[in-house]
């Protein structure tokens, strides 16, 4: 195959292959260079496994000449692979005779999908002796041939734009040549070299006595650069949520408006749904409500809130909220656990459990409180109230050491079960609530108890 019938990926990357001479057959070293294909733009991130030399090698390695030997290879992850000298493009496996003249380095280029690699053997070729001449009782003495005592570099791995420093020291020599960009010619000497990418440097020596050659590999790694941070998006903004009025009686109406900038969404809840970043809503509650905005943009999100409080037509009744038993389902640790507990309405606490031990051993999970757990309320115009509950475990450190909950207890007959979110970490503390909530009359009215689940939010 001709130089010019070599595909981009192999012709274009440099391969630099050492071989030393020795006095009865080769002392070889073969480097090996991984091949990047690719227009000097740079290569995003791998998307195939990188080809693989597995085998390449020449049996026997040494023969004299005229005689033969074989190559055998192996290659893996690799679209196709080729043999020079002499071979040309070949099977991913497979072995091939050879039978060259002289001493051969014999090299195998894999190509990937990506990337290429390549290895090489070398096939030393040995002459026959001259014969000896019957008249030469005294043949002279062979030349001393070179010898490279030291050819490193350190450091050996370096960040592009980094120099490291060449080494040497040569003997028997009569010229010291050193490649690629090394100029000094001394037999003994050191050269800085900032390479650009990984290189291999050749040191060769000539001599009454033969060649040598020796090489050195700095390793250069590529500098690391982070992607640029994305923009920041400004979170949304409302500059506006209100209610007007925000105080009816039963049956009236209340007019939402907001304004809201910098969103890709807006949701008010409850009732109104998906809404328009500037507007308004008519709305005609039969109780008290908090009317909920969520305002999104990008990856952030701000909420407001609204209250349309619903006053009743009538003289408002008092009731009596009281709190007829509490069990526990988990305490929230081994054994038992001290918990403070408030309890609220619309934004008011209500009443405070003071703190005590709680268990959810058998016999030991409900507790009924004796005094201090019920209050004097006013239902809303539908004779419901609606309660909210938080619970903090004390003398502990960890996050998840709360709870909470919240449900409606109404005057209705009948029973109601409240429905809760389930917390992410319920064995931190789980807990149902028994309330009751009476009319103060004269008129008897049965407790009708609710319940309410408390449990960490998620």
Same mark, same amino acid.
């Given at each position: 195959?001709?130089?010019?019938?070599?595909?981009?990926?192999?012709?274009?990357?440099?391969?630099?292959?050492?071989?030393?001479?020795?006095?009865?057959?080769?002392?070889?070293?073969?480097?090996?260079?991984?091949?990047?294909?690719?227009?000097?733009?740079?290569?995003?991130?791998?998307?195939?496994?990188?080809?693989?030399?597995?085998?390449?090698?020449?049996?026997?390695?040494?023969?004299?000449?005229?005689?033969?030997?074989?190559?055998?290879?192996?290659?893996?992850?690799?679209?196709?692979?080729?043999?020079?000298?002499?071979?040309?493009?070949?099977?991913?496996?497979?072995?091939?005779?050879?039978?060259?003249?002289?001493?051969?380095?014999?090299?195998?280029?894999?190509?990937?999908?990506?990337?290429?690699?390549?290895?090489?053997?070398?096939?030393?070729?040995?002459?026959?002796?001259?014969?000896?001449?019957?008249?030469?009782?005294?043949?002279?003495?062979?030349?001393?041939?070179?010898?490279?005592?030291?050819?490193?570099?350190?450091?050996?791995?370096?960040?592009?734009?980094?120099?490291?420093?060449?080494?040497?020291?040569?003997?028997?020599?009569?010229?010291?040549?050193?490649?690629?960009?090394?100029?000094?010619?001394?037999?003994?000497?050191?050269?800085?070299?900032?390479?650009?990418?990984?290189?291999?440097?050749?040191?060769?020596?000539?001599?009454?006595?033969?060649?040598?050659?020796?090489?050195?590999?700095?390793?250069?790694?590529?500098?690391?650069?982070?992607?640029?941070?994305?923009?920041?998006?400004?979170?949304?903004?409302?500059?506006?949520?209100?209610?007007?009025?925000?105080?009816?009686?039963?049956?009236?109406?209340?007019?939402? =408006?907001?304004? #809201?900038?910098?969103?890709?969404?807006?949701? !008010?809840?409850? @009732? %109104?749904?998906?809404? /328009?970043?500037?507007? &308004?809503?008519?709305?005609?509650?039969?109780?008290?409500?908090?009317?909920?905005?969520?305002?999104?943009?990008?990856?952030?999100?701000?909420?407001?809130?609204?209250?349309?409080?619903?006053?009743?037509?009538?003289?408002?009744?008092?009731?009596?909220?009281?709190?007829?038993?509490?069990?526990?389902?988990?305490?929230?640790?081994?054994?038992?656990?001290?918990?403070?507990?408030?309890?609220?309405?619309?934004?008011?606490?209500?009443?405070?459990?003071?703190?005590?031990?709680?268990?959810?051993?058998?016999?030991?999970?409900?507790?009924?409180?004796?005094?201090?757990? =019920?209050?004097? #309320?006013?239902?809303?115009?539908?004779?419901? !109230?609606?309660? @909210? %509950?938080?619970?903090? /475990?004390?003398?502990? &450190?960890?996050?998840?050491?709360?709870?909470?909950?919240?449900?409606?207890?109404?005057?209705?007959?009948?029973?109601?079960?409240?429905?809760?979110?389930?917390?992410?970490?319920?064995?931190?503390?789980?807990?149902?609530?028994?309330?009751?909530?009476?009319?103060?009359?004269?008129?008897?009215?049965?407790?009708?108890?609710?319940?309410?689940?408390?449990?960490?939010?998620?």
């Amino acid at each position: 195959m001709s130089d010019n019938e070599h595909p981009i990926w192999y012709k274009r990357t440099p391969i630099v292959l050492a071989v030393i001479t020795g006095v009865f057959g080769l002392l070889t070293t073969v480097v090996t260079i991984s091949l990047t294909r690719g227009n000097g733009a740079g290569n995003g991130p791998d998307t195939a496994p990188p080809p693989v030399v597995a085998a390449f090698e020449v049996e026997p390695n040494a023969i004299p000449r005229g005689e033969m030997a074989s190559l055998a290879w192996r290659v893996e992850n690799a679209e196709g692979a080729v043999i020079e000298p002499d071979v040309g493009a070949v099977a991913l496996e497979g072995s091939w005779s050879v039978q060259p003249d002289e001493t051969t380095v014999y090299r195998i280029v894999a190509r990937g999908a990506e990337t290429s690699v390549q290895a090489a053997a070398a096939l030393n070729v040995l002459s026959p002796p001259d014969p000896v001449s019957s008249t030469e009782a005294n043949p002279p003495a062979a030349a001393t041939p070179p010898v490279i005592s030291r050819f490193s570099v350190s450091p050996d791995k370096v960040e592009a734009g980094a120099s490291a420093n060449l080494a040497w020291a040569v003997d028997n020599a009569d010229s010291v040549a050193i490649s690629p960009g090394v100029d000094s010619t001394a037999v003994r000497g050191s050269q800085t070299v900032s390479p650009s990418r990984t290189t291999v440097y050749t040191l060769e020596a000539r001599g009454e006595g033969g060649r040598r050659v020796a090489t050195a590999t700095v390793n250069v790694a590529r500098k690391e650069t982070s992607p640029p941070a994305p923009p920041q998006t400004p979170p949304p903004t409302v500059s506006q949520f209100r209610a007007g009025p925000d105080a009816i009686k039963a049956g009236e109406k209340a007019t939402l =408006s907001w304004s #809201v900038s910098g969103v890709s969404s807006v949701e !008010i809840q409850p @009732e %109104v749904g998906k809404a /328009r970043p500037q507007g &308004s809503h008519v709305v005609s509650p039969t109780k008290s409500t908090v009317y909920r905005l969520t305002a999104k943009g990008g990856n952030q999100s701000v909420r407001a809130a609204a209250r349309v409080t619903v006053e009743s037509a009538t003289v408002s009744q008092k009731a009596l909220l009281k709190l007829e038993k509490i069990q526990t389902f988990e305490d929230g640790s081994v054994g038992t656990t001290r918990w403070i507990f408030k309890i609220g309405s619309g934004g008011k606490q209500l009443f405070v459990l003071p703190q005590r031990r709680y268990s959810d051993r058998d016999g030991a999970s409900v507790y009924q409180p004796s005094d201090g757990a =019920s209050t004097i #309320v006013t239902p809303e115009a539908d004779g419901s !109230i609606e309660l @909210e %509950v938080k619970g903090s /475990r004390t003398g502990s &450190s960890s996050a998840n050491a709360f709870a909470y909950g919240k449900g409606t207890v109404s005057l209705a007959p009948g029973a109601v079960r409240f429905k809760v979110a389930n917390a992410s970490k319920p064995d931190e503390g789980s807990f149902v609530f028994y309330f009751s909530l009476k009319k103060l009359s004269s008129t008897y009215l049965p407790n009708l108890r609710r319940t309410l689940q408390v449990a960490r939010p998620n």
